[in-house]
Each structure stands twice: as structure tokens, then as C-alpha cells.
């Protein structure tokens, strides 16, 4: 036995050694940098050789998109020769490496943090003093399906929007990239509840709507016994000072996209988060594509998946897309429609490649996504 033990424990120890010799050493810091460097020199290299294909492709399709609703406005007719036909050039160099000088958790990505919904709450808190009334998933679902109803909304329409931009189990306190709550799951943008409105679309939607809105909140509070209406009374008053404060610039997009990036901006976002206002905001978002649309000549019923494209594209676009034969949605690429760091961060429209697949594909995930319990559900409370 004793021998037997003595075996095993110098098969151990050589177990030990082979493990050893087969674990690399780790690179030495001065090693480290040179690889960081080197392997740095070869990504800038190939970036710029991309970059030179790329900026002018983008730059072009740019100034088709000008040109094009230039013509649009004008009414006169808009051919293939309005679109870029080729496909946007992809990157295919080596990965930009990590500095390995720098630990890989405070490591800084090509842009700063996003907020989440912490920080549209603790601004809203700070700057106009207000907290929104949250409530369970059903009850939110309700009154989301009381203001889209009325409206004019359709269930099919409701139900299947909101399984694409949420994967048919969202929430309406939801953020893009957060919806599943995975363990290391970062916000990939501001986009909030079941229609995913940025913060922008907020912004937007307070100053363009914000009467709209406003009048919604009082006539409900006018028919409230004496304890609601006061609550709605205090709503309306921090919404007016919100409408007041998106309306600090002028009323276009690149506009509120910067208000939406300060402090007070952020804060908007928070009314997407309440019972009684958030739904007014998130169905407004579609309501605005449909009329938008109608305005346009479209006076049929949109398709779940054409309103879907407007509010993935905006309303311009998305018009834009709807307003194509057959045959030229075949042939234009989708990166048409998109601004260029929007295209590079939607999986679909770079994988779709043109109009006509991007449409099919969305109509097949709705259809996938509706089958989801939280579908579902909105879907009952339309009947």
C-alpha cells in the first residue's frame, strides 16, 4: 500500500509538472504593450484602408436621401437611380485590441455610458420634482390597450409592434438591451417600453404633441373623483413644465437629440414610465407614423411590419420605404434608410441586405414573437 501511495503521488507530481509546462506564462507588462501595439498599428492600418471605402459610400448615400425627398416634396416621380444600389462596404480587419495597461472592467468602450432607467428617475426626481406612478405589467398593458384602442390602433398592430422591439415578454419599463435582464447585459440605447421610444422621441413627441397630451391628462382628470383628480392635476403640471422646457430649441430632430443627452433632457424619458402617462407617449409614437403616412396618400391600414419600418427608420424613411414598388424593393438596399452607426448596430438590416427581405424577415419575427406570453396578454385585453 505504502509503495502504491508513493506510485500515485509521483504521478502527481508529474501530472503537476506537464500541466505546468502546458500553461503558457503569462506576458510579461513590457511584452504585453509591444503586443498591444503592434497588433494596435495593424487594426488603425486596416481601419483606414476601410474607412477610405466607407466615407464616401455613406457621404452617398446621404445625399441620395436629400435628393430624394427633395423630389418627394416636389411630387415628382422617384426611380432606382435615386438609391445607392450597392452594398455598404464591411469591415473585415483584425479586431482593435484591449491596452493591456488598463484592467479589462474599467476598460472604456468607443462611447460613454448610457442611462438607464436609474438615471431618467433620479433626474426627473431633481429637476421638475417628479416620481411616476408605477404599476404591475397587467395593469400598464391595460391602459396602454384603453389609449391605443381609441386611437385607432389595431390589436394586430399593438400586439405585433410590440413583440419585435420587445421580444414578446417586455415590460414597459423595458431598455433596449436590458429587456431579458441576462447577467453582464448592458443598455445598447435609450430606447424605452413597448413601442422602444429614445429619449429624442420623447423630446420630440412633448414638443410637437405636447397640448395633445396635456388635454388628455385634464379631460381624465375632469371625470376623476376628488383624490385621482388632484394626482392627475399634479401630472399635468410637472408635463407642462416638461412641454415647456422640450420646446427651449427648435423643433427639429438633431435638436432633441442633443437636449435628450442633458440632464433635464434625460428626465423627460421618466413620463414613458408612468400609468397614466406613458401610454399617451407610446401610443402618440404610432399614431404620428399612421397619419404621417395617411398625410402622404396611404389611406389604407398599414401592416404591423410597414408601421414597424417607421418606427425603426422614422417616419420619412419608413414612407420612403412603403412608397416603393415591388420590384425596386427587391433591388434597394436597405442601408437606404439608415443613418450609418444605425445600420452597423441593426443586425437585421445588414443581414436582409434589401427592402424586401427586411420586410419579410420583421413579419416573420412577429410572427414568431406573438406566440410570447406577454404578447399574449396584450393581445387578450384587446378583446
Partial sequence: MRHLLLGFAIAAIAIQGAVAQDTPAKPSPAKAQADYQKKLKECTAARAKHEAVAAPYWSRVGEKRKARFAKRRQGAPVTLDDYVLEQPPVYAGPPCPRDPSVRQEDQPDDKPELPVVADFLRNAREHFGFEPEQVNEIDFKRAYVRVASAAGITRAQAVRVYSFETGGNGRYDAQAGLIFDKPGARAISTALGYNQLLTANTASL?????????????????????????????????????????????????????????????????????????????????????????????????????????????????????????EMRAQVPTSNYFQRLGYERNPIAGRTKVVEKLIAETDAVMDSRSRASGAKDLARLFE
Wanted: overall charge positive.
Fill in 206 to 326: 412633448l414638443a410637437t404633441k405636447g397640448e395633445r397630451l396635456v388635454r388628455a391628462l385634464q379631460e381624465r382628470a375632469a371625470a376623476s373623483p376628488a383624490e385621482a383628480r388632484k394626482k392627475l392635476e399634479r401630472k399635468i403640471d410637472v408635463l407642462k413644465r416638461m412641454v415647456a422646457f422640450s420646446r427651449t430649441v427648435p423643433v427639429q430632430w438633431v435638436e432633441h437629440v442633443k437636449l435628450a443627452r442633458t440632464p433635464r433632457g434625460i428626465a423627460l424619458h421618466a413620463l414613458n414610465l408612468d400609468i397614466d402617462i406613458g401610454p399617451l407617449l407610446q401610443t402618440q409614437k404610432l399614431l404620428d407614423s399612421i397619419l404621417f403616412a395617411r398625410a402622404k396618400g396611404i389611406d389604407r391600414e398599414l401592416t404591423a411590419a410597414e408601421l414597424e419600418m417607421m418606427n425603426l427608420t422614422g417616419d420619412g424613411n419608413g414612407f420612403d420605404m412603403l412608397a416603393l414598388s415591388p
